[in-house]
């Protein structure tokens, strides 16, 4: 059975930093396609950052590019989301997601597997 359970997140001021992981179980991080994306009430979910099992191809949202940063410990089988200058557009629910490695639109939600349960981010002007 596969699981994705993340911790962390919380409330926040503009310009903080805050970080969200997942402890997978049930997948090897060694072969799995691993993404987060997030949902603001109202919206659509939204790609946020995925990362190749042999970690050469990461890729990111522009919103997050260069304030957030997607990493992996195969070994503690565990996915990290270290998210810097936190901005109110920031907040929403943030979820894990695994994948198979084929995955050809990997920023559409659909395309995805398996899902965490989600952690709230809140950014306070």
């Known amino acids: 059975q596969v699981r994705l359970v993340e911790s962390g997140g919380g409330s926040v001021q503009a310009g903080d930093s805050l970080r969200l992981s997942c402890v997978t179980s049930?997948?090897?991080?060694?072969?799995?396609?691993i993404a987060w994306f997030r949902q603001a009430p109202g919206k659509e979910r939204e790609f946020v950052a995925a990362?190749?099992?042999?970690?050469?191809?990461?890729d990111y949202a522009a919103s997050v590019k260069d304030r957030f940063t997607i990493s992996k410990n195969n070994g503690k089988n565990t996915v990290t989301l270290q998210m810097n200058a936190l901005d109110p557009e920031d907040t929403a629910g943030y979820y894990c997601?695994?994948?198979?490695?084929?995955?050809?639109?990997?920023?559409?939600?659909?395309?995805?597997?398996?899902w965490g349960q989600g952690k709230k981010v809140t950014v306070h002007s």
């Open positions: 997601a695994a994948g198979l490695n084929q995955i050809k639109n990997p920023r559409e939600a659909g395309e995805w597997l398996y």
């Open positions: 049930g997948i090897s991080l060694s072969t799995t396609y």
């Open positions: 990362i190749r099992p042999s970690d050469v191809y990461i």
